[in-house]
């Protein structure tokens, strides 16, 4: 008798129903946001992305096939005999050696003046944020108003001043150009970034008995890793581009890779080679790019570290 | 009488703002002082002159009977302890503990004593190879603590210690501060803005306000006897009740007209004559019901809020149309709109002139 009771027990779901809302949200993936959002992107990435294909496929080509004038098309039979003449034979003004005496007059310049500027603005830095002398903030920003004015006003005078320290056209004059140039907007950087360290570390080593140089090399730069690849990445790229310090004060025998990129790709003589240019141009950005890829992450932490405090 | 550290006219200045002004401070040995106030009141100033943080701008202090004024902060005799703890976050606990030995140039057995030592007394033997990354904030304050204990220093100055830890480890960490104070003996500075951390900690408590030390007594003073309004107004939680009014001989009467006999108050100075004044009574001296049976001033008043905080319940009123709070055992079944019976305990309460703010 009581069986019949229990067959009303259960309501049978309704199909249809609206599910009550649990736990995470759903996401859904084609909203008009995200689409507009994602082909704005991709439509800039081939923006900047599409001269750098031609590039390649370019330097990949022979000369024949480059004149028949498809620019976008794959190389037929990829070679890379322009690459080795842009590094072996090239002509950059009077010598044929191609890229590869630029490239180690870059490095010979590139990683003193880094090191040696980095070191600087450090202690620079350091010194402004912790150990403040009257005057300090006058200091301060006289070396940021150097950051604001021309290189192209100072060109001639420091000329001079390099031609009257007898090294004038050496590579010690471009390392002391590039140190000098970096200076303002490194100090900044590690300025800032010091300021943003706790102060009372600072207080709690002084109390401990640690002085200037103590503080700096056992407390500090322990703690600053990030800025540091920071100013790496700035200083690296930076140096390695120029141009104008490289060819005014190098002097011929120790032009930069740029220089050289820029004799070659503007010979006047015989018929431009574009392969051969398209090869020496992405060898002369291989490095900042080799940078820029391995220290992506780092560069951006630390970009925002130093920026928040100021 | 030797003094562990004495202050002697200090000023000093920001520019064109005084943070402290002629300030003297006569610290005994083995002494717990805490400098207490609001923030912005040059209490933290203070003990970073002390420590040779900051340079003074005028006035000396002494260290041990030895003039510190122009001494690096090593050379003073002092440890510190931070609010941020300050550990060296790349040095294991170890290392942080033995750097100002290090730097020191002591030797290694030396060392190695005077840390395990500090270990010992703090209870942070197995963290000695941990990075102050991996130690809670309990912990990392007692490191700080241990880099100030292995200097083997007459003078502790603390600097908020207690102020980024949880409700629960303070609590915990103020008893063994005081723990640590029975067990060394040294002379301890303690800065702080809680005003229980200064009344459990301290022997005595400097109150200051604008770079001036306002009061500088022992706890029970403090409390009880408040210098000036501002002290009675600061010290305590929930704070004093002030009825303002005049007083003239023994009667106190309130700006609406009623009176309060205080002949039982215990004045400094007796006023000639009438005087504006503020009465100040605690809302632990308020009496309800029976209790109120024997004290001078009686009044019926309606319950407006009530607080209930476990151990005791505060209740909200009004006298002589002026909000005050007392408190009351929790067993004490109170509703909102209940006519009680309460007495003011004259003879605890305290008594200010209006104009001076001074204790009458």
């Known amino acids: ?310 | 009488m030797q003094h562990s550290v004495s202050i002697k006219d200090l000023s000093l200045n920001f520019g064109n703002v005084k943070v402290l002004e002629h300030l003297n401070l006569d610290i005994a040995q083995g002494e717990f002082i805490v400098l207490l106030g609001p923030s912005g009141c040059g209490k933290s100033t203070l003990l970073n002159c002390i420590a040779g943080l900051l340079d003074v701008s005028d006035g000396q202090i002494f260290i041990g009977g030895k003039n510190v004024t122009w001494l690096e902060p090593k050379d003073r005799g002092i440890g510190m302890v931070f609010q941020s703890y300050a550990l060296y976050p790349q040095m294991t606990v170890e290392r942080n503990l033995s750097f100002g030995l290090r730097v020191a140039g002591m030797p290694k057995d030396e060392i190695a004593r005077r840390v395990a030592r500090a270990a010992e007394i703090l209870q942070i033997q197995p963290l000695l190879n941990r990075k102050p990354a991996n130690l809670s904030g309990g912990q990392r304050q007692r490191v700080a603590i241990g880099r100030a204990l292995v200097r083997d220093v007459d003078v502790f100055l603390f600097d908020e210690p207690l102020s980024n830890l949880d409700a629960k480890l303070r609590s915990d960490l103020r008893v063994e501060i005081k723990r640590l104070h029975q067990r060394l003996k040294n002379t301890m500075i303690y800065v702080t803005h809680d005003q229980i951390e200064a009344l459990t900690l301290a022997d005595r408590i400097a109150i200051m306000k604008n770079g001036v030390i306002q009061q500088l007594a022992d706890p029970h003073t403090i409390y009880n006897k408040p210098t000036n309004l501002y002290v009675a107004g600061f010290i305590g939680s929930p704070s004093m009740n002030f009825i303002a009014g005049t007083v003239d001989g023994t009667t106190f009467t309130a700006a609406d007209g009623t009176k309060i006999p205080v002949g039982a108050y215990d004045f400094a100075a007796a006023p000639a004559g009438s005087l504006k004044a503020v009465l100040g009574v605690r809302p632990e001296h308020i009496f309800l019901g029976e209790d109120a049976d024997d004290v001078p001033y009686r009044t019926t008043a309606e319950i407006e809020i009530v607080e209930p905080m476990g151990s005791e319940t505060l209740a909200w009123t009004k006298v002589a149309g002026i909000p005050v709070t007392f408190r009351c055992s929790s067993d004490i079944p109170l509703n909102v709109g209940d006519k009680v019976t309460i007495g003011f305990d004259i003879a605890r309460g305290s008594l200010f002139n209006a104009e001076t703010e001074n204790r009458l």
Not at chain 1, 36 to 49: A, N, Q
Not at chain 1, 98 to 115: A, D, H, Q, R, Y
Not at chain 1, 211 to 225: C, D, H
Request: with cysteine.
């Open chain 1, 1 to 310: 008798m009581s069986q019949t009771a229990t067959m009303t027990g259960s309501a049978p779901v309704a199909s249809g129903e609206v599910v009550e809302a649990r736990g995470p949200r759903p996401k859904p993936f084609f909203t008009p946001r995200k689409i507009i959002i994602y082909s704005v992107l991709v439509m800039f990435s081939l923006y900047y992305l599409f001269p750098l294909y031609v590039m390649v496929v370019t330097s990949l080509k022979t000369m024949p096939e480059i004149r028949f004038g498809n620019i976008f098309a794959l190389p037929q039979a990829p070679n890379f005999d322009a690459w080795v003449k842009a590094w072996t034979s090239a002509c950059t003004g009077l010598t044929c050696q191609g890229l590869s005496p630029g490239f180690w007059n870059s490095v010979k310049i590139t990683i003193p003046s880094t090191i040696v500027s980095i070191f600087i603005a450090a202690v620079n830095g350091y010194a402004l944020i912790n150990w403040r002398f009257k005057g300090s903030e006058i200091f301060f920003a006289i070396l940021i108003f150097g950051s604001f004015i021309p290189y192209q006003v100072m060109l001639y005078p420091l000329v001079m001043i390099t031609r009257e320290m007898g090294i004038f056209g050496s590579l010690q004059a471009v390392i002391l150009i590039h140190t000098v140039f970096g200076m303002p907007i490194l100090t900044l950087l590690f300025r800032n970034y010091f300021a943003s360290l706790p102060q009372e570390l600072f207080k709690a080593a002084r109390v401990d008995g640690a002085g200037f140089w103590r503080i700096f090399f056992e407390i500090m730069l322990p703690m600053s890793l990030p800025i540091f690849v920071v100013a790496l990445i700035l200083q690296i790229t930076g140096i390695w581009n120029d141009f104008l310090f490289g060819v005014v004060f190098a002097g011929t025998q120790n032009y930069p890779m740029t220089v050289q990129l820029n004799n070659i790709v503007n010979s006047a003589q015989g018929t431009p080679e574009y392969n051969v240019n398209m090869a020496a141009t992405v060898l002369t950005g291989l490095v900042p790019l080799t940078v820029y890829f391995v220290s992506g992450k780092w560069f951006v932490r630390g970009v925002a570290a130093g920026a928040v405090k100021g």
